[in-house]
């Protein structure tokens, strides 16, 4: 038995050595400690046919062996283990010696910049933002506007319908009407916003476009408070002296009406060949007016007690005049050369 036993111990130190992965160390484990046919196991089994002195010799050598074989298992195994943990760590390593890639920033869509500035102009002139819906009812779009059936702007050719009682709104008017349910004058919002016309695409026109509607309903508000507040408007936005003119012109929702031009912030008025104005000296903004009394009455405000002013423009040529570009359709192009030039 005491030369088995030996014999037995050089072989589980060789077996020892064969031991690479984990796989191996299950292999050897059970080579010697498996309950069927465990090299130890069968030892054990062997004691039975000795003399008892035999057997407690032999008892203690397997033992001693027991004992042994199990500690180099244990330590086999926990080398295994660390070698397993160096090797992921290894293999996860991260040179942070390595230049990085930088992430490409985005940056705000320059009409979004030019509609923030508009904001806060009208905002450090007391005014609120409202928000309206881009797809209105046509009592919005049309009937609370004082826009008459068979008005030229009701015509599918002009507007998106989506039936006969939903609409695309074609201007951002529709949020006056919304705006003058939910409040009680006096007060002043604009509303900026996306509308939609079907019209072509060239430079100065999109299908889809923003405009911001501008509103103040209070008791004696006057086309002058309209003038002061447009130009105050311009003067901030464009940091200059700017001189305002009405041309009269008809939108049903407001009466008197007019289209609304301001001196060249280029030129002045004095450059013939200024490529702003075209050397007109002037630029339009947009259409402006009085708040019709039926408007003000289809919102339930008396028209004898208030009146107000309302006036709308195109965020667009806006954003277009502010960076000096000459066509619209460039906003909407999703080239990244262009877009990249607005940070
Ligand atoms: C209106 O839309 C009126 N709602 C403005 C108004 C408001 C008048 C309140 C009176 C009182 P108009 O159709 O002119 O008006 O459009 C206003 C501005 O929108 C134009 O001056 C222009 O800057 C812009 N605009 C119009 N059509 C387009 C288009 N297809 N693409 C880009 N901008 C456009």
């Known amino acids: 038995m005491k030369d088995t036993i030996s014999e037995l111990h050089k072989q589980f130190c060789a077996d020892l050595e064969t031991i690479l992965e984990a796989t191996d160390f299950q292999r050897v484990r059970d080579q010697y400690f498996s309950r069927k046919n465990g090299q130890v196991t069968l030892l054990m089994k062997e004691l039975g046919k000795l003399s008892p002195e035999e057997r407690r010799d032999a008892g203690k050598l397997i033992n001693d062996f027991k004992n042994f074989a199990e500690q180099e298992l244990d330590s086999r195994q926990e080398e295994l283990k660390r070698r397993a943990e160096s090797l992921a760590l290894e293999r996860e390593r991260v040179d942070i010696s390595i230049p990085g890639h930088r992430p490409a920033l985005g940056s705000p869509h320059p009409i979004v910049r030019?509609?923030?500035r508009i904001e806060d102009i009208f905002v450090s002139m007391g005014y609120s933002v409202e928000d309206g819906p881009?797809?209105?009812t046509t009592f919005y779009?049309?009937?609370?506007?004082?826009?008459?059936?068979?008005h030229p702007a009701r015509e599918s050719q002009d507007t998106f319908y989506i039936n006969d009682e939903l609409a695309l709104r074609s201007q951002t008017s529709n949020v006056q009407i919304h705006a003058m349910q939910r409040r009680k004058p006096p007060f002043r919002v604009i509303a900026p916003g996306k509308v939609f016309r079907r019209d072509t695409p060239d430079p100065t026109h999109n299908?889809?476009?923003?405009?911001v509607e501008g509103l103040t309903v209070g008791k004696n508000i006057t086309m002058g408070d309209l003038k002061g507040t447009l130009q105050t408007f311009l003067e901030k936005l464009f940091n200059r002296a700017i001189t305002l003119r009405f041309r009269p012109s008809y939108f049903p929702f407001v009466e008197p009406g007019a289209e609304t031009d301001f001196s060249c912030y280029l030129c002045a008025s004095k450059n013939s060949g200024c490529?702003?104005?075209?050397?007109t000296g002037w630029i339009?903004?947009?259409?402006?007016?009085?708040?019709?009394?039926?408007v003000l009455q289809a919102c339930n405000i008396d028209?004898?007690?208030?009146s107000g002013f309302a006036f709308g423009f195109g965020i667009d040529r806006m954003t277009a005049m502010l960076y000096?570009?000459?066509?619209?359709?460039?906003?909407?192009?999703?080239?990244l050369r262009f877009l990249t030039q607005f940070r």
């Open 134 to 136: 881009e797809i209105d």
């Open 324 to 335: 000096g570009i000459d066509d619209i359709r460039h906003f909407f192009a999703g080239d």
């Open 303 to 306: 028209p004898q007690e208030y």
């Open 284 to 294: 339009e903004l947009g259409g402006s007016g009085m708040v019709h009394p039926n």
């Open 275 to 279: 490529r702003v104005c075209k050397g």
């Open 141 to 150: 779009n049309f009937d609370a506007l004082n826009i008459p059936q068979g």
């Open 207 to 211: 299908p889809m476009f923003f405009q």
């Open 114 to 116: 030019a509609r923030q």
